[in-house]
DNA sequence: GTCTATACCCTGATAGAC
DNA sequence: GTCTATCAGGGTATAGAC
């Protein structure tokens, strides 16, 4: 029964098509007001189709929101990933030009930099995703810095764990004023004088 | 009339505790759900009061919104300003005593933590405010950073105004791994290890 | 200055047809 | 898989008495 056959791929590809514009209306509302503030209306209507055709898919908002930040962060952890295990350059350098990229995608900036703050509160649904995102990403990049000393890349005076959660506090943290003020200030080139102050050999 | 004045001055005494109570039952409430998540019915109980009873000294929830920021942003930029300005000790352990103050009120570091990210929205009522606050504590803190630059205290290789926006973003992003994991990561000995880079004559 | 009562809108979610 | 219709509950704010 080849109409049988050719009639779920389409019913399962219709399935992924929808879900793929849900996340994307969803991914523009939570990074413009936050979980809380984002409705699911607004995200129904901008995906095209009504509210309880969105909740087919996601049978509830939060379920909506853990699907976006899976989607999303299976594909900025694998971008982080191959960053870190660049061959061949600057492991400094290559973390440089990962902000580059960030300052080219704002509302995925605005997404991670609004959810991730609001998740500090125990009560939000995301708080033990964000608890555990952080620990992993240390965890890499913890290895790939230790790596980067070894090689004598990155000065050496600082534990590779205390130079991981610097470099993470340093992007999130241009990331709230690259946000509010995106004219004045360079998201890239202020981490890129930090990068300056970890790598080996740098005299003042 | 001294029956007419004492009564005036009760009635006004009482006006303040209750806004005082207010304040401080907006900022817990804030702090746990943001702007957006916050009720209203909670705020008021937490006061003492009824919805309207709160109503009455703050006519709409942005009303009190900015009221909480203004309260709590005169405290903490008074305390900021007389770190950046204190004589005879160096500028960074100043600015690292802070950070070790901060750990110990994490009520008020989570409140600004999620309302700051959920300002870089152009829609949330606060936007406006912390663009202003940014630009105005930067402004006085390149001042001091130069001064210090001049002393000899912190390296000259990088401009005031960088240096400025990094220790800001430092703060803050440290800020969001603290208040995930409080247990975990200590942001203070954290933040000391990047003060300690940028003190002039360091070496690796 | 504070209350009770309430208007009125919004919001996430469900029922059931197609 | 998607719709129309609808619900129950929560949300800010107002009216008017005390």
Known sequence: MPELKRSRRTQAERTRASREKIIQAAIEFFARQGFRGAKMADIARAAGLSEP??????????????GVLEERDRIDSERLRATLQQEGSHFLDALTKLVEHNETVPGLVQLFTILAAESVSAEHPAHEFFIGRYQREREHMTESIAQAQQAGEIRADLPAETLTALLFAMMDGLQVQWLLEPEKISMASLFRAMADLLKAGIRE
């Open 53 to 66: 055709g969105l909740l087919h898919h996601f049978p509830s908002k939060t379920h909506l929101l853990m």
